[in-house]
């Protein structure tokens, strides 16, 4: 069965400075993508970034980028100049392609601190 | 379009009855997904369709639930008997195809009493 694993509950963060959150998964799709999501307290899940698993290029996106290492199986999610409103719940989530659905992790709760 | 919208945002219930949720997605999206949410968790999917087809459920979706799309446009899910243990976040997500990202409603939070 497919699994995502986040090790890490609650991250913290000083403003301004840098975080990385650790995803790992497990897949034996050889086509999958590869999500984070965000939820902020009481709003809907938002999608952060993607990376598809055939590109080896990581994935970017302003001041979020991927760490992608397909041998190990790890996607850990690196926040540059954290603001305040990075603060909320961070979902890794895998999507074979054969699938249809998400699989989630249960999440890293992030709080940025002034 | 405003994106994946839900309703009721918010539902009380009494142990025994039943409840049912609408979900409308993006309007070109035909992938439609059902997740729940309980505190602290990450969604676990239930079900999805492609339009109108319902193409996979999850051994969470009991006998109790039951998931229609009718003309592929809006999706209802249904509980019967609700249980104490039903109570939870409801999520409806839609996609354009299936490796593209889902976009999620803001959710149905069920309580049951």
């Known amino acids: 069965a497919q699994t995502v694993t986040q090790s890490q509950p609650e991250m913290s963060v000083q403003e301004a400075e840098t975080v990385t959150l650790s995803c790992t998964y497990d897949t034996s799709e050889s086509d999958y993508y590869l999500f984070w999501y965000k939820q902020p307290p009481s709003r809907q899940m938002i999608l952060v970034i993607r990376q598809e698993a055939y590109k080896q290029q990581n994935a970017t996106e302003n001041r979020f980028s991927v760490n992608f290492q397909k041998a190990a199986k790890s996607f850990s999610l690196k926040i540059s100049d954290s603001q305040l409103g990075d603060a909320a719940m961070y979902f890794c989530a895998d999507k074979g392609g054969s699938q249809g659905n998400l699989i989630f992790g249960k999440g890293t709760k992030l709080s940025v601190k002034p | 379009d405003t994106g994946v919208s839900q309703d009721p945002r918010h539902k009380i219930t009494k142990r025994g009855q039943n409840v049912t949720f609408r979900c409308d997605p993006i309007s070109e999206h035909n992938r439609l997904y059902w997740y729940r949410q309980t505190l602290g968790q990450g969604p676990e999917f239930l079900t999805y369709?492609?339009?109108?087809?319902?193409?996979?459920k999850s051994r969470l979706l009991s006998d109790r639930f039951s998931a229609e799309r009718p003309k592929g446009s809006f999706s209802t899910l249904e509980i019967q008997r609700t249980e104490q243990g039903d109570s939870a976040m409801y999520l409806c997500?839609?996609?354009?195809?299936?490796?593209?990202?889902?976009?999620f409603g803001q959710g149905t939070r069920l309580t049951v009493v």
């Open positions: 997500a839609s996609s354009l195809r299936s490796n593209t990202e889902a976009f």
């Open positions: 369709f492609q339009n109108e087809a319902q193409l996979e």
